[in-house]
RNA sequence: CGGGCUGUGGCGCAGCUUGGUUAGCGCGUCGGUCUGGGGGACCGAAGGUCGGAGGUUCAAAUCCUCUCAGCCCGACCA
């Protein structure tokens, strides 16, 4: 393409309202404009980036048996309610009605439409099936953020898995994450597979594609060994605490005053905070329930919603502690709380004894607590944030707290939707089985925002070549000195019949102007040929990522272009 | 939803505290001249209901009330 017919308009200055670099480089180079918070025009540069993102992860789909569907961006209520979660999602659905009255929703994720397609999938024999799409995705986020990162009206390829059993699932599993990788890989991203929470998707297990980057939004707790997991699941090794002996029973302790971990370690018969319970107060589908975590540790909700099942859940309110507990937040603890109210503990109070907690009278706490002894646990369980520099379970080396893009998450669902929607097949045995099914995702987008977030220097975006908007640029530095021109237009030519995706700036524009665009826009490589160095039959070829720019005969640059885009595609 | 901030030509901003000429500057855009290897110079020009509504006032970009929108932090995130 000539540059001087296309709709690139480059910014000299970002928005004022973008941070992330993304978000700056992409609205200045001219890929994206905003429309309202969170959604966002693509304009003809951003669309042919996106779309070669998509069409990696089309090739790779494909080349694990996926086929491609392209299925309702609009659904009926009644669809969303055989699953349950038309009551159980709320704000973050997009929901309308039609003119007859009748409800329906813009779809955030397919599970339920692909199960119910799945319904005419009646052997054993027919299995397993991947299915995949990529569509629009809307979803009412509460807070839409840094340009394309998150936005609430995005391409999504969302594929999923059916399998006659859970075998079959761990099989097309695995087979996912080895294409996410190979996907990750050719978009030039290091994503890391971590350990994730299944969250409201409900399921038996699944990780999350991770690219470090300030501009994320999720925490990953990394170990040198590999170890890696969303701060929502990871765990790590704690060193033992010195609990000495307990009294044979609980003692009662006034601590007139003491609302607070730190003012009770910091009184004459206190504790240190590792040797304190710290006791949080949920309401869990209308239920009082206790949660308890070290006193020096903090809880982590989203372990909280793992923990119970369920994201129906709130702090209760300091009258609701009042009222069932007896005591205000400040004094609360579990000795001797009755049986009807559940008590989840954190594992790292497993075997603890010794321990100061509150005693559910204001102004007073217990000593010489012993969990096993005193305290009615129903449920072990892992409930608090792992800090930068605890040691990894695997390996003992302190880990790394790492700020991260959530570039793709891939989930074992089991039989929910299947269920609910009534996908079975018969066995071997002529037995009726539930479809088990997997499901997998990448925000085109994002994906698109997560390169440009990590590809980028002071002159602009440095993309990588397989989604480059153009492989290489032809920058002629006059326009008006026509052996040059002349030269340009030859080399286009050349390098159109070679299949390299070319563009040629034969814009009136001083050459700087030119520079500075094609920079901004990170075309991987440059040539520019201008009447000086044409006159001893010379231009130069740039390489955007290193400034590295070398001369080059007239007669060699196709094949010194050709050559360098086939290496780095 | 809680906290903080911002809305003035396409983009970036000043003016607002203390109301008062024709609302200004840089970039960009259009015409022209000179230029031509890193966002060039000069001359001329177009383009703005100052987010919206209401109010105070002789007079509102500026003060007051309401409202809409956007950004950032947090909560939330299938």
């Given amino acids: 393409m000539r540059w001087s017919n296309l709709f690139i308009p480059t910014l000299r200055d970002a928005p004022g309202d973008a941070e992330a670099a993304s978000h700056k480089l992409l609205v200045r180079g001219g890929f994206i404009r905003q429309l309202m918070s969170g959604h966002y025009s693509l304009l003809p540069l951003g669309l042919k980036v996106h779309e070669k993102v998509a069409d990696i992860v089309r090739e790779e789909i494909n080349a694990i048996g996926g086929q491609e569907f392209l299925l309702p961006a609009m659904h009926p209520r009644s669809i969303w309610e055989a699953s349950g979660r038309w009551d159980a999602i709320g704000d973050e659905m997009f929901r309308l009605q039609d003119r007859k009255g009748a409800d329906v929703a813009l779809g955030m994720t397919h599970e339920e439409i692909f199960a119910t397609v799945a319904t005419e999938v009646n052997s054993y024999k027919q299995l397993p099936q991947i299915w995949y799409q990529i569509q629009w995705k809307f979803r009412d986020e509460a807070r839409p953020k840094s340009g394309l990162l998150r936005v609430r009206e995005f391409a999504m390829k969302d594929s999923y898995s059916f399998d006659v059993d859970e075998a079959g699932l761990d099989a097309n599993y695995v087979k996912h994450h080895d294409a996410y990788v190979r996907i990750f890989e050719r978009l030039g991203l290091d994503a890391v597979p971590v350990q994730a929470s299944s969250g409201a998707m409900g399921g038996s297990g699944s990780s999350e594609f991770m690219v470090r980057s300030d501009a994320g939004e999720d925490d990953v707790a990394m170990c040198s060994c590999g170890y890696a997991a969303n701060v929502e699941r990871a765990t790590s090794a704690l060193p033992a605490v010195d609990d000495d002996t307990p009294p044979p029973a609980p003692v009662k302790f006034a601590t007139p005053g003491i609302r607070t971990i730190a003012g009770l370690a910091d009184i004459e018969g206190g504790a240190p905070a590792n040797r304190q319970i710290k006791t949080m107060v949920y309401v869990v589908d209308e239920q009082l329930t206790l949660f308890l975590v070290r006193g020096d540790h903090q809880l982590n909700e989203q372990k909280v919603i793992d923990s119970a099942g369920t994201a129906n859940l709130r702090p209760a309110t300091p009258a609701e502690t009042l009222k069932h507990l007896g005591a205000n937040p400040g004094s609360l603890g579990a000795v001797g709380v009755s049986d009807d109210i559940a008590i989840y503990a954190d594992t790292a109070l497993s075997g603890r004894t010794n321990l100061h907690t509150g005693a559910n009278e204001d102004d007073w706490h217990w000593t010489g607590v012993d969990i096993a002894r005193d305290v009615n646990v129903a449920h072990w369980t892992d409930l608090r944030d792992v800090n930068a520099g605890e040691a990894c379970v695997e390996c003992g080396q302190p ?148 400034g590295d720019t070398i001369s080059v005969a007239i007669g060699d640059v196709a094949n010194q272009v050709i050559n360098a885009v086939e290496a780095a595609r």
């Avoid at 539930?434 to 987008?445: D, H, K, L």
């Avoid at 286009?492 to 700087?512: H, M, Q």
Wanted: charged fraction near 25%.
């Fill in 399 to 546: 880990l790394e707290i790492v700020r991260c893009i959530e570039a793709g998450h891939i989930f074992k669902l089991g039989t929910k939707y299947a269920e609910a929607l009534g996908a079975t097949v018969l066995d071997q045995n002529g037995k009726t089985q539930t479809i088990v099914m997997g499901s997998y995702g990448i925000g085109i987008g994002r994906n698109m925002a997560a390169i440009a977030e990590t590809h980028n220097d002071e002159s602009g975006l440095v993309w990588p070549m397989s989604v480059a908007p153009y492989e290489a640029v032809i920058t002629a530095v006059k326009a008006n000195d026509e052996p040059s021109m002349a030269a340009a237009e030859n080399l286009y030519t050349e390098l159109l019949a070679a299949k390299i995706d070319v563009i040629f700036d034969d814009r009136n524009e001083r050459p700087g102007v030119k520079f500075k665009d094609a920079e901004l826009i990170g075309i991987p490589y440059r040539v520019t040929i201008g009447p000086k160095s044409l006159e001893s039959g010379e231009v130069e070829f740039t390489t955007r990522a290193t």
